[in-house]
């Protein structure tokens, strides 16, 4: 049965830094390509960052040279380091399968909130 379970969100300024976890149940995990998706307020999901099960990445240009997407086959982890948060990166972050569907599974996702 796959779940997700995001944590490591917050309060936060803008500049700051802050690092998600996501502990993935899942079989098969480490031939898996995982993403992170982010849903602001009022906007769509938009998968932001993804990984394959090699350690390869890719970002969408909003967040690139700032967050890194990482995972730890051995524990099944996903994690996603955010530096210099903007107002602009504040959502409810969730990590799922490349390709997930809005249909799919969903975790509960973890709230990062940007403001001075």
């Known amino acids: 049965q796959v779940r997700f379970v995001e944590s490591g969100g917050g309060l936060l300024q803008p500049g700051e830094s802050l690092r998600l976890s996501c502990a993935a149940s899942?079989?098969?995990?480490?031939?898996?390509?995982m993403a992170w998706y982010r849903q602001a307020p009022g906007k769509e999901r938009e998968r932001i960052a993804t990984?394959?099960?090699?350690?390869?990445?890719t970002y969408v240009e909003s967040v690139k040279d700032r967050f890194t997407i990482s995972r730890n086959n051995d524990n099944n982890m996903v994690y996603l380091q955010m530096n210099s948060l903007k107002p602009s990166d504040t959502a409810v972050y969730y990590c799922?399968?490349?390709?997930?569907?809005?249909?799919?599974?969903w975790g509960q996702g973890t709230q990062v909130t940007v403001s001075s």
């Open positions: 799922n399968l490349l390709f997930a569907r809005p249909e799919d599974y």
């Open positions: 899942l079989v098969l995990f480490s031939i898996k390509s």
């Open positions: 990984i394959t099960g090699n350690g390869a990445a």
